[in-house]
Every structure is written in C-alpha cells, then in structure tokens.
C-alpha cells in the first residue's frame, strides 16, 4: 500500500473514531436531558397529586368537623332535653310521693341520671367546645383538660405564654384535635401519672408540646395499631405545620407541633 493511500485510511479512521464519540457524547447528553425531563415531570406529577390528597384531607376533615358539630347540636338539643324532662319528672315524683321506697328509687335514678347528662355535656364538649369560637384555643383546652380531669388531681398540667391572641378558627379547630386526640392517647395507653401540655406564641409561630412520663412506645411498630400517628400528622399537614413525635418504651412520650402565624391569618 502506498504512503498516500496509509494516510487515508488513518484520516478514514480518525473521523470514524471522532464520529463515534461524538455520536456517543450525543447519545449520552440526550440520555441526561431526557432523563432530567422525566425526573422533573415525575416531580411535578407528585407535586400534583401531593396537592390532590392534601386537598382530599382538608376536604374530609371539613367533613368530619361538620359532621361532628350536627352530631353534638342533635345530642345537646334532642338528648338533653329528653333527659332534663325526665329529670323534672323523677324530682315531681320524689317530691309528692309517699312511699318512701319509691322516693328513694327516684332520688337513686335522678343521681344516675345526673351522670348520664354530664357525660353527654362532655362528650359534646369534645366533639364541638363551645369556647373555641367564641374565646380561643387557650379557653378550650383549659376547658378540656378540666373535664377529662375532673378530679382535680393534678395529673394534667396545662399552660399557656407568650403573645396569646387569635390564631384564626380554622388553625385553631386544628390544633385543638391534635393535642385532643395525643391527650387522649396519653390517658388510654401511656398510664402516665403527670401530663404536660403547653402552648407557646412567638412572633409568627405558635408552639405546642404534649409531654407524658407514662410507659412509652416504639412509633415504628405503633402505625396501624389505633394511636392515629398518620391522622395526627396528616391534621399538621393541612395546616402547614411541623409534628414530631418521640417515644421509647419506659420513657414517655413527647409530641411537638409548629405551625406559623402570618398575619393574614391571626384572626380569620
């Protein structure tokens, strides 16, 4: 072969080498744009339907509030009623009988009937505090810790600093099923003998600890087991807010909640 002819075959050689790399350097810049194509349609795709189910939340649990609030107006205007009627009667009966058998059968039924129409004020207390409206997030769970502690035992301790205010109906109404529902948890499965619960405002956030030295529990084996940790958090989602819970078994439990307080929404 000539020395003409080696240098075609070497210039043949060079631009087919070049013409691979520069179909490889071309695959491969396609395969990181399409790739960055689909990671950010991906993102946006969750982002849309993390959107959806926040919004399902929020929808349900409007649901769920109103749903509550009918149940508690039927049980305090139907229910009670009947029961103070009947209450009336028994003292009527009491009053002008007698027999002193049927007298103290009144007196025994009225007492009996007396707790049944407290705990249908608690119950509807809970369902729907009638405070929490009209004075705040603060007056409710003061209200609420007083019915579930009604023997002035000390074994809830609630309290309350900062710069208190408004927080809006709709935070508020939140907040107040967050720390309801880690209350009663603390009370049915830590068998804690002291209950912490504070609140604290800051300049544009609201602070929330719930605190029990109760037996404690692992949070990764409690999901599904009826201690509501999903709920909880998916609540603080709906506002925005930050929930953490900590707890091991013989060390109590701790659960803390932020959630930010613009100005926009202090007072609607």
């Not at 070497?10 to 071309?26: D, N």
């Not at 967050?178 to 604290?200: C, F, P, T």
């Not at 605190?211 to 009826?226: C, I, Q, S």
Request: net charge positive.
């Amino acid at each position: 072969m000539t020395e003409g002819g080696d240098l075609t075959l070497i210039l043949i050689l060079v631009i087919g080498t070049l013409a691979m790399l520069v179909l490889a350097m071309g695959l491969f810049f396609f395969f990181v744009i399409y790739q960055k194509r689909m990671i950010a349609k991906e993102l946006e795709v969750n982002q849309i339907r993390s959107l959806q189910q926040k919004e399902l939340l929020r929808t349900t649990i409007l649901a769920e509030e109103n749903e509550r609030k009918r149940f508690a107006e039927d049980l305090h205007d139907e229910i009670g009623a009947m029961l103070s009627a009947i209450k009336m009667n028994l003292n009527r009966l009491e009053k002008k009988s007698e027999d002193n058998l049927l007298r103290s059968l009144a007196a025994d039924t009225k007492h009996n009937l007396d707790e049944v129409i407290f705990n249908i004020r608690r119950i509807t207390r809970a369902l729907l505090p009638p405070s929490l409206e009209r004075f705040g997030l603060g007056q409710a769970i003061g209200e609420l810790v007083g019915w579930v502690d009604r023997s002035s035992s000390g074994r809830i301790r609630f309290t309350e600093y900062g710069d208190i205010r408004r927080i809006g109906i709709r935070r508020e109404m939140t907040v107040f099923r967050i720390i309801q529902e880690l209350l009663n948890n603390a009370l049915k499965y830590s068998q804690a003998g002291q209950i912490d619960i504070r609140l604290r405002y800051g300049r544009n956030i609201l602070c929330v600890w719930v605190k029990d030295n109760g037996v404690g529990f692992d949070p990764t084996e409690a999901r599904g087991k009826g201690l509501g940790l999903q709920n909880l958090k998916g609540r603080a989602e709906v506002i925005n807010a930050v929930f953490r819970i900590r707890s091991s078994p013989g060390k109590g439990s701790s659960a803390i909640l932020i959630t930010t307080v613009d100005q926009d929404d202090r007072y609607t």
